[in-house]
């Protein structure tokens, strides 16, 4: 009775117009239809039509592709809620993280968007190893290789970026050390190697041109000033906020399209 009432519904809710608009084929139960099911639906179609068993195996992925994905979204759904409440000043910032330890729901979400950054960095990596271990690099996806790495540097940057926002003393000086590798950069840093080499266009009193220092190196640039201070702060929740995520999305975006492209996920030799 219940069986017949339900398969009734799903027969006049299939005829309908408004579900035909949507899905523009029949039930996924021949290879024709289940061809049309993956090409028509916006997220199924990242993937090819027909993948190869294997080659979608836990063992052979170990998930590490679609696990770095749903971390990252962990990461900007909290980072959002975050933003709500945080503010970028070195009158307010440590104050507010602290503050948020006080209030339950926004504690949990800062510890989760904590732990979450490490875990993205590990499982990035375990990702790569798995790519690596396979073979996956090799032609046609030495390109996706490179995206991927452009990823990895990405996602180092975000937690870089994102390990000043708390303020407190072991950000501060982190990030000191951390900004101070930047002097060292070959040829923008002011400590680097060919550092005198450089020359900076529209800079200083030798008539248009002046060589790198201080003031206009890679350090400089990364934490506007001399040292870590309210500059830096403005500028890393900037770059950790818009910036980076922006470009790792739209790069997550050509990464899934070539893996598409490049017949899938590769399978096993
Ligand atoms: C934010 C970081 C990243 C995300 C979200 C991501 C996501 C994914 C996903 C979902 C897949 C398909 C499923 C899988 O193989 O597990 C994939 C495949 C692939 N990824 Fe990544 N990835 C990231 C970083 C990297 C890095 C660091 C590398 C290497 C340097 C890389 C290289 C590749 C390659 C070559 C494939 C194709 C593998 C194959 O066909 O077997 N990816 N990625």
Known sequence: MIGKLFSRLTATVRESQIWNSIFRHGPPDTPRNQMLAVASNVFLHLHPSKVRKSG????????????????????????LLLMF???????????????????????????IHRWGAHTMVIVVWLHMLRVFMTGSYKPP??????????????????????????????AIWAITVGSNMAAATPLVGVEGPLASKMIIPGLGNLGDIAMVNASDDARFGLIAGHFVGEGALLRFYVLHCVFIPFIAVILMAVHFWRVRKDGGISGPM
């Open 56 to 79: 979608i195996e836990l063992r052979y992925t170990w998930c590490m592709g679609g696990l770095s994905f749903f971390v990252f979204i962990v990461e900007v759904i909290t980072g």
């Open 85 to 111: 409440y945080y503010r970028q000043t070195i009158q307010f910032a440590y104050v507010d993280v602290m503050d948020m330890r006080e209030s339950l729901p926004l504690g949990i979400m800062r510890e």
């Open 141 to 170: 996806r030495e390109f996706n290789w490179v995206i991927g790495v452009i990823l990895l540097v990405l996602t180092l940057l975000l937690s870089f970026t994102g390990y000043l926002l708390p303020w407190d003393q072991l």
